[in-house]
Nanobody, 124 residues
Framework: QVQLVESGGGLVQAGDSLRLSCATSGLTFSSYFMGWFRQAPGKERTFVTAISQNVGNIYYADSLKGRFTISRDNAKNTVYLQINSLHPEDTAVYYC?????????????????WGQGTQVTVSS
């Protein structure tokens, strides 16, 4: 059974930093392109960032470059999302997702497996 479990979210103040983790099991992690998406209240799920299997390729949503950093540890079957200088508009549920292709995608439906999400709330 494939599982993706996010953690690290919480209530923070504007300007703070967070590191989200997504621990996976039941899949060959090193074979999967991993992505992070987020969904704000009343809005669609949107692409944040993605990382290739061998870490050779990393993609970010244009509007989020600079404050977000994705990384992965294939030995620990875990992908991370570092978020610096958090803004209130970063408030959302953050999801990690796994894609079998060697190519990135910013479309949520291109990812096969999903975690349950972790809530990030940023107060001003």
């Amino acid at each position: 059974q494939v599982q993706l479990v996010e953690s690290g979210g919480g209530l923070v103040q504007a300007g703070d930093s967070l590191r989200l983790s997504c621990a996976t099991s039941g899949l060959t992690f090193s074979s999967y392109f991993m992505g992070w998406f987020r969904q704000a209240p009343g809005k669609e799920r949107t692409f944040v960032t993605a990382i290739s299997q061998n870490v050779g390729n990393i993609y970010y949503a244009d509007s989020l470059k600079g404050r977000f950093t994705i990384s992965r540890d294939n030995a620990k079957n875990t992908v991370y999302l570092q978020i610096n200088s958090l803004h209130p508009e970063d408030t959302a549920v953050y999801y990690c997702a796994a894609r079998t292709s060697a190519d990135s995608s910013s479309y949520w439906y291109a990812y096969k497996y999903w975690g349950q999400g972790t809530q990030v709330t940023v107060s001003s």
